[in-house]
Each structure stands twice: as structure tokens, then as C-alpha cells.
């Protein structure tokens, strides 16, 4: 059977390589099958490691076949198990923990960040002026294309 990812279904969608698609139901997940005009059947599959895309939700799966610019096809919901889609999917507590400590480490760094632009605001002592600065950076240059270093 062939394979295809998303992209190469797109484009032989778009060039009038592919009839109709398929939603193939197996036991609590769904995958998308293709009728291709040469190649006869091709399956939806994942960019990275070429194993058949899996939906949990047919109305995904439905969303995907939309994007690739099919309007019309068939279904097979024969293998469909609902009750067993809850036994296949993979608990993620690790996932979970993970996410609330990136949460709570970017709520942390945004009320640094904050606090830091505050104290910038707030700060009573006077800038350096734009023209200093740039006459600072103009001597420096000068001297670097010198060969020289420039005190800064």
C-alpha cells in the first residue's frame, strides 16, 4: 500500500491524483485511507516516522481530509470499539507535571521582567543622552578599524 504524509496528499489531491478518501475506523481510532488513481489505495500517515496518522476523533480526521480539498468519499466503521478507546490511550502524568512547571517558571520570569521594566521606569537618575551613546560607538569603531581599542 502506498504511503503518503499530509503534504504529498495534498498535492496529488490538488493535481487530480486522488478520487475519494476512506475513513477507516479500528477499534477506538480512525485513519484515512486515499483512492488514488494510479496507485490504487494510499494511508495517511505522520511526516517524521511514516507510521499511519491515528485520530481519536473522527471529526479531526474529517477536518484533514477537508484541508487536502476532498469533498466526497466513504466510510468503515465495521472495526469501530468505542468502549475501547479509553484502554488505548497512553496516560501522560509526566506531561502534565511538565506543563505546570513551564507555567509556573514563565509566570515567574514575566513578574521578574516586569518588576525589572518597573524599577528602569521608576529610576529618578538621568539617561545618557542618544547623542553621547552614538559618539561612544562612533570612537569605538574608529578604533577598531584602526587596530586599536577603544576605552570606552
Request: aromatic share 6%.
Amino acid at each position: 500500500m502506498e504511503m503518503l504524509d499530509v503534504s504529498q496528499a495534498r498535492a496529488a489531491a490538488h493535481a487530480g491524483g486522488v478520487l475519494s478518501a476512506i475513513l477507516r475506523a479500528d477499534h477506538g481510532s480512525f485513519y484515512v485511507e486515499l483512492e488514488t488513481r494510479a496507485a490504487g489505495t494510499a494511508m495517511l500517515v505522520t511526516s517524521n516516522d511514516r507510521r499511519p496518522r491515528v485520530f481519536r476523533n473522527p471529526a479531526k480526521a474529517l477536518e484533514v481530509i477537508l484541508e487536502l480539498g476532498l469533498y466526497n468519499g466513504r466510510f468503515s466503521l465495521e472495526a469501530w470499539r468505542p468502549d475501547e478507546t479509553e484502554s488505548e490511550r497512553k496516560s501522560r502524568p509526566d506531561r502534565a507535571q511538565a506543563m505546570r512547571q513551564t507555567h509556573a517558571s514563565a509566570a515567574a520570569y514575566e513578574k521578574w521582567v516586569r518588576a525589572q521594566v518597573k524599577e528602569a521606569i521608576d529610576d529618578p537618575r538621568p539617561s545618557i543622552e542618544h547623542s553621547e551613546v552614538m559618539k561612544k560607538a562612533q570612537a569605538r569603531i574608529a578604533a577598531m578599524g584602526k587596530g586599536k581599542r577603544a576605552k570606552a
